[in-house]
């Protein structure tokens, strides 16, 4: 399982399927729907490693949140969700991490968060047994 995401979308409907989709495939969310939300969390101890963070929040950008979450928790991965934003907050976006565009295709998005990765950012690949059990065996030759 990956390490819980933290959620910030303002449209109800985008957070709940997201939320559902995700935790479907075995990924811990915790959702807010506000800004003001997510960063009192954070400032009071709440630990994450991923963050899906609309673009479009009412009252604060994507990225002012952003920004104000990288201050508590440094080394979180952020992934932003685009649905239309000016060139400004797109290039701030694009230098704090990684934009994605609405609508969102939850099943890539899915994949995203749910894979382990290292802190390098190398994905661990999960293999299934029987895949691995059919695979052809190498042998060491002398």
Known sequence: MGARVLLIEGDDAVRISVTKALRARGVGVDAFSSAIDALSAVQAGGQWARALIDLNLPGMD??????????????????FAAGGADARVLCRAHALGVVVWKPLGLGPLC????????????????????????????????
Do not use: C, M
Request: net charge positive; proline share 4%.
């Open 62 to 79: 994507g990225v002012a949140l952003a920004e104000r979450l990288l201050a508590y928790l440094p080394e979180l991965e952020i992934t």
């Open 111 to 142: 994949e995203r968060f749910g894979t382990a990765t290292r802190r390098s950012g190398v994905v661990l690949r999960r293999v299934n047994a029987r895949v691995a059990a059919e695979a052809p065996r190498r042998t060491k030759t002398a």
